[in-house]
């Protein structure tokens, strides 16, 4: 069965910064591409990152291009993003998927409030 | 940017009927076209990719047609736990990914 567990969110200020992490079970993680999705509170689905299966490649949209990173670790089995930078309007709950272009696979989320 | 639009923004639907939600595209996306299912209080779970393809698991009675701009996902005797949001998302040319704006099928 296939699981992706969230973890890393919390209450952050404005300004901060904060990791989440994604573990990934119940398939072969090294070989798929990764994502990361959000959704603000009562609101739709803002696609937020994409990794390539080997790491080398990642993709952004611009409201998050420069402010955060993501990653992998395929010995791990775990993705990530560093958020940087966080503004009220990052605020949501972030999913962790399994896909490049459609997304197969979804945690049940980690959220991150960014309030002072 | 591709803007998806979703339509209605909401629907109700008695169970056992057949709910017809309608994606349009800003510009042609081919068959590159996913669909996504979303209950309250749970993460999305894929329905539909390739305009019409349905991955394993996902019942017969969802299905997805369209191609180019205008797209839908026609459910067939809405069963109760299928009153959900439903969205559409684009991968034709990205980046972005983008997604519409949802369509809530409430119980009639």
């Known amino acids: 069965e296939v699981q992706l567990l969230e973890s890393g969110g919390g209450l952050v200020q404005p300004g901060g910064s904060l990791r989440l992490s994604c573990a990934a079970s119940g398939f072969t993680f090294s070989s798929y591409a990764m994502s990361w999705v959000r959704q603000a509170p009562g609101k739709g689905l803002e696609w937020v990152s994409t990794?390539?299966?080997?790491?080398?490649?990642?993709y952004y949209p611009d409201s998050v291009k420069g402010r955060f990173t993501i990653s992998r670790d395929n010995s791990k089995n775990t993705l990530y993003l560093q958020m940087n930078s966080l503004r009220a309007e990052d605020t949501a709950v972030y999913y962790c998927?399994?896909?490049?272009?459609?997304?197969?696979?979804w945690g049940l989320g980690t959220l991150v409030p960014v309030s002072s | 940017e591709i803007v998806m639009t979703q339509s209605p923004a909401s629907l109700s639907v008695s169970p056992g009927a057949r709910a017809t939600l309608s994606c349009r595209a800003s510009q042609s996306v081919g068959s590159n076209l996913a669909w996504y299912q979303q209950k309250p209080g749970q993460a999305p779970r894929l329905l539909i990719y390739?305009?019409?393809t349905r991955p394993t698991g996902v019942p017969a009675r969802f299905s997805g047609s369209g191609s180019g701009t205008e797209f839908t996902l026609t459910i067939t005797s809405l069963q109760s736990e299928d009153f959900a949001v439903y969205y559409c998302q684009q991968y034709n040319k990205w980046p972005p990914l983008t997604f519409g704006g949802g369509t809530k099928v409430e119980i009639k």
């Open positions: 390739a305009a019409s």
């Open positions: 998927t399994g896909g490049f272009n459609w997304f197969d696979y």
């Open positions: 990794i390539s299966a080997s790491g080398g490649t990642t």
